[in-house]
């Protein structure tokens, strides 16, 4: 069994920073592409950030420059430290791991955190 646990979310100023982590335990022979995905109410889940195993990147046009992602693949962690929060960030954060695991090797599957709350108020 896969898990995604995430932390770090919580209440903060605009312009303040937090930093969301999420450690994947189980049992997993290899991961992917790790990364964070948002979702405010009455909206979509969006990506904000994603890491690839190597390192190559992604983010969100919203994000870039304020968001940087990174993982310890010793740890199978991903971090998201988030500068310069602004209102519009305001949203559940949900953890994303694209990975194989031992109960179906032959395959990548997608896992979930539960998700964590982020809100920053103006």
């Known amino acids: 069994q896969v898990q995604l646990v995430e932390s770090g979310g919580g209440l903060v100023q605009a312009g303040g920073s937090l930093r969301l982590s999420c450690a994947a335990s189980?049992?997993?022979?290899?991961?992917?592409?790790m990364g964070w995905y948002r979702q405010a109410p009455g909206k979509q889940r969006d990506l904000v950030a994603a890491?690839?195993?190597?390192?190559?990147?992604t983010y969100a046009d919203s994000v870039k420059g304020r968001f940087t992602i990174s993982r310890d693949n010793a740890k199978n962690t991903v971090y998201l430290q988030m500068n310069s929060l602004e209102p519009e960030d305001t949203a559940v954060y949900y953890c994303?791991?694209?990975?194989?695991?031992?109960?179906?090797?032959?395959?990548?599957?997608?896992?979930w955190g539960q998700g964590t709350q982020v809100t920053v108020s103006s």
């Open positions: 994303h791991a694209n990975l194989r695991a031992a109960v179906d090797p032959w395959r990548e599957t997608d896992y």
């Open positions: 189980g049992s997993i022979l290899s991961l992917n592409v």
């Open positions: 890491i690839r195993s190597g390192g190559t990147t």
